[in-house]
C-alpha cells in the first residue's frame, strides 16, 4: 500500500496556513502569486507540528489545488441539496446528504481512476 503524499493533520494545516497569509490585512490581498505561496509556506512550516516533513512553496501550492477542486465539489453538491429545501431537513440533514453524495462520487471516480 503506497504512503499517502501529505496527512490529513498536514492538509488541514495546509489550509490554516492559506488562510492565515491570504487574510493578512497588511500584505494579503496585495501580495503577488509568488509572495503568496512563499507565505503560506512559511506559515504551514510555523503552524505544522514537530516532525512534519519539510514541504516546498510548489509543492503546497500543487496539494491545495487538489484541496480547493475537492472543495469546490461538495460546496457545489451542499448548494444543490440546500436548494432543494426539502421540508423538516435542518443544515446538519444537509450536510450529512452532501457528504454521503460527495462519498459515494468518489467511490465511483475511484473505481474508475479518474478525479471527481
Known amino acids: 500500500m503506497s504512503r499517502k503524499w501529505m496527512t490529513d493533520d498536514e492538509n488541514l494545516t495546509l489550509c490554516k496556513a492559506w488562510v492565515s497569509a491570504s487574510e493578512n490585512a497588511a500584505s494579503g ?6 509572495a503568496l505561496w512563499e507565505a503560506i509556506s512559511a506559515a504551514f512550516k510555523t503552524l505544522a507540528p514537530a516532525g512534519t516533513p519539510d514541504r516546498s ?3 503546497l501550492e500543487t496539494k491545495f489545488s487538489l484541496i480547493k477542486h475537492d472543495t469546490a465539489k461538495f460546496s457545489g453538491l451542499y448548494a444543490q441539496i440546500l436548494d432543494l429545501k426539502q421540508s423538516g431537513t435542518n443544515l446538519d440533514d444537509i450536510e450529512a446528504a452532501a457528504l454521503r453524495l460527495y462519498s459515494k462520487l468518489q467511490e ?3 473505481v474508475k481512476g479518474k478525479k471527481a
Open 29 to 34: 490581498t496585495g501580495m503577488k502569486y509568488t
Open 57 to 59: 512553496a510548489r509543492s
Open 108 to 110: 465511483k471516480n475511484d
